[in-house]
């Protein structure tokens, strides 16, 4: 299933006949496949662990899986070729507020130091992207950031993560701890960048005020398989629904029910059993994370 057909020559996502799981669990993704083209702002939907997050991380290059057509990003392998993070092309922002240091591996970034520390620190910036940025998000620069609020740490956070212009930008529930006003800023600068530079957004997102005339397409994950994956404009139920969050409410409410239904099973012993027996388990070399 696919979000829109992918074009020969595509910069966007393609991911084709995917296998992952974590180490001892059963498989989450079977066969899984996803595109999305360029240009897209695509909404990723699902309940609390149907694999939003995982699969973000997959085409953020952060899981090993398969080989290197699998997951493809930009046309390049999303774990294997590195540069399409280094060059800020492949953008990651999910909730983890840390960086990666060497050796010492993530480190948070709460110490004793300002924004424009941070901000400011990043080579290669373009002095007018970074000034929007700090207008944008409304962030005073001699915040200290062992001192500021979940919010405003955000704000830095997501400053930092956009200094870079990106060609795919994947998105992790990061506007959660934003104002009203400082999200829909942000959103139409989403929209800008998407519109203008044919960027490619994948958003996982519980909130959907103003969704509606933002997003272009959607995929809906329910326990790692993609039910749904097309554009907004095609969505059956929004014809006739007032908004989003109700046409997704109906969605997960039927997925909770549906899961009730299900006959009660000796859970260790069948994770056990469809584990060893998989030919998708993941060995050391694919739980392989970075």
């Known amino acids: 299933m696919a979000v829109e057909e992918e074009k020969e020559g595509s910069m966007g996502i393609r991911v084709h006949g995917m296998q992952f799981s974590y180490e001892w669990q059963s498989p989450l993704f079977v066969d899984f496949k996803l595109n999305v083209s360029p240009g897209s702002r695509c909404l990723l939907l699902g309940a609390n662990g149907s694999g939003k997050t995982t699969l973000l991380k997959i085409l953020a290059g952060k899981h090993m899986v398969g080989g290197r057509d699998v997951v493809r ?24 507020w840390s960086k990666t240091i060497g050796s010492a591996g993530d480190v948070p970034l ?4 300002s924004a424009e520390h941070m901000i400011f620190g990043v080579e290669g910036a373009d002095p007018d992207r970074r000034n929007k940025l700090i207008e944008l998000l409304d962030i005073d620069l001699q915040w200290r950031m062992h001192k500021v609020s979940d919010g405003q740490r955000r704000r830095v956070q997501i400053c930092l993560g956009l200094l870079h212009p990106f060609k795919v930008l994947l998105l992790d529930e990061v506007t959660v701890d934003l104002d009203v006003v400082t999200r829909m800023d942000l959103l139409e600068f989403f929209k800008e960048e998407c519109e203008q530079r044919q960027a490619t957004i994948v958003y996982a997102t519980h909130i959907f005020d103003g969704l509606e005339t933002w997003a272009t397409h959607l995929a809906y994950i329910q326990a790692g398989e ?48 469809s584990v060893a027996s998989s030919p998708f388990f993941s060995s050391r070399h694919m739980a392989y994370y970075r």
């Not at 390049?76 to 922002?93: E, I, K, Q």
């Not at 989003?244 to 099973?265: D, F, H, Y």
């Open 73 to 96: 990003v930009l046309n390049g392998s999303a774990f294997h070729d590195t540069h399409l993070v280094c060059s800020g092309d492949l953008a990651y922002l999910g909730g983890s």
């Open 110 to 113: 709460q110490g004793d130091f």
């Open 226 to 273: 993609l039910r749904k994956a097309e554009k907004l404009s095609d969505v059956d139920e929004l014809k006739s629904s007032a908004n989003l969050l109700s046409v997704v409410e109906t969605w997960l409410r039927a997925e909770t029910r549906n899961e009730k239904k299900k006959p009660v099973q000796n859970t260790a012993q069948t994770q056990k059993t």
